[in-house]
């Protein structure tokens, strides 16, 4: 799909199907801002200072890198970015990607002027890159299909965490009712799953120090600071301060 793709901003449309296709923990996504693009990916609920996952983080922003090596001229130009310190060998860096990367960014990912998305790719052919997006379509669709619907919503919600009901049975194109009942069956409900992903995603902000618990609030979906307190102490035993200051 990406090597037939007309341009980059075609192929960006993988984007989409990378945590269906990898792992659904992973979060990528495309930022745009005074005249640079940036593709940036962060794994949801996981601890950012960890080694483990700053090397899995590692590995995907290499493999980004190396895909735009390929679809790319040598004349095309992307910085690297990494969220995490350079360490004490960053020569190997350089070694890997063929570039030492930002270290201490913002983000992970590459940054890269706006006008590269619009460069064309040597190989593109726009029949053989339709029928490989329906492919990998169809297969997303058949691997969805084939999971448990909690799973299904618990993905959906961990996207969307203050979707109502009605939101997410829509996006599911399955009547509330029908969607209440294969809950049920699958021994847990809507509520349930709401408050296991908001649980999980308050536990990814606070581990941001940059964060304050008002914001978090607001990110996921409740009216104030003190509701969402008493919800995270109903699910942890503990405030979302005091839970910040216990793990870090």
């Known amino acids: 799909f990406l090597s037939t793709s007309p341009t980059l901003e075609g192929a960006a449309k993988i984007i989409e199907w990378l945590p269906a296709l990898l792992v659904p923990e992973f979060r990528f996504s495309v930022q745009t801002s005074a005249g640079h693009v940036a593709f940036q ?43 995490h310190p350079a360490g004490t060998q960053p020569q190997v860096y350089s070694q890997a990607l063929g570039q030492l990367p930002r270290f201490n960014s913002s983000f992970n990912g590459l940054l890269m002027p706006q006008a590269e998305l619009y460069r064309p790719i040597a190989g593109k052919s726009g029949r053989v890159n ?75 902000y606070l581990a941001n120090p940059q964060l304050d618990v008002e914001s978090i609030a607001l990110k996921l979906g409740f009216s104030d600071r003190h509701s969402f307190t008493r919800a995270f102490k109903r699910w942890t035993g503990s405030t979302p301060s005091a839970w910040r200051q216990a793990s870090t």
């Open 130 to 204: 339709a029928m490989t997006a329906l492919v990998i379509e169809n297969t997303i669709r058949s691997m969805e299909s084939s999971r448990k619907l909690s799973d299904q919503v618990l993905k959906l919600l961990s996207r969307q965490p203050a979707a109502t009901v009605d939101e997410i049975s829509a996006l599911l194109d399955m009547p509330v009712r029908t969607l209440q009942r294969r809950l049920q069956e699958e021994n847990t409900s809507f509520q349930s799953l709401m408050n296991e992903a908001q649980c999980s995603l308050a536990k990814h």
């Open 41 to 83: 990916v962060d794994i949801e609920g996981a601890d950012s200072s960890s080694t483990a996952v700053q090397g899995v983080t590692d590995t995907v922003v290499a493999c980004a890198v190396l895909f735009m090596r390929k679809l790319l001229p040598e004349q095309a130009q992307f910085e690297i970015h990494l969220a």
